[in-house]
């Protein structure tokens, strides 16, 4: 592994703990050696993560949309920005330049790309780790969720231990660094029993 996509919230939150996960993030990024793939912005979490990393040494390769990058929310100061055209690119670049994928503390994009690249791995498009970074307990409604999700029968539990969570980002990274894709194709589209 040698580059983590994080996904985070444009906005820094109500409680100085997600700041300061972001940048406790940063710091385990760099003590293994792994650079950060992000959505590029210089506000919120995003530009809490970016610094920290950028004054820790880190590797950090933005990816924006031009939109978005017009309206002056791209970092300046990145080892790299990459602006695309759309958000799908968007999605597809950071895909293609990461090994394995963390949400921070976030909003709706957040939420939506963290399901996308856990679809992504459902579906065998990827085998790559994804991980929330469960801060102060944010991320403890989606874990509900998604355990109703599969008791409704419409996750399957062992696609449950597809995401992995975690409290601290050195608990996340070691979970990644020990990660081994599931073998075979998935199963999802196999009928159940009724």
Partial sequence: MTRVCVFAGSNAGARLTYAAAARTLAAS???RGLGI???????GLM?????AALAAGVEVIGVIPRPLATKELAHAGLTE????DSMHE???TMNALADGFIALPGGLGTFEETLEVLTWAQLGIHGKPVGVLNVEGYFDGLL???SHAAREGFVRREHLALLLFADTPAELLD???AWTPPPGPSAWMTPRET
């Fill in 29 to 31: 990024c760099a003590e």
């Fill in 37 to 43: 793939v992000y959505g590029g912005g210089s506000v």
């Fill in 47 to 51: 530009g809490a993560l970016a610094d």
């Fill in 81 to 84: 920005l990459r602006v695309v």
């Fill in 90 to 92: 968007r999605k597809a």
């Fill in 144 to 146: 509900r969720w998604l």
């Fill in 175 to 177: 979970r990644f660094a």
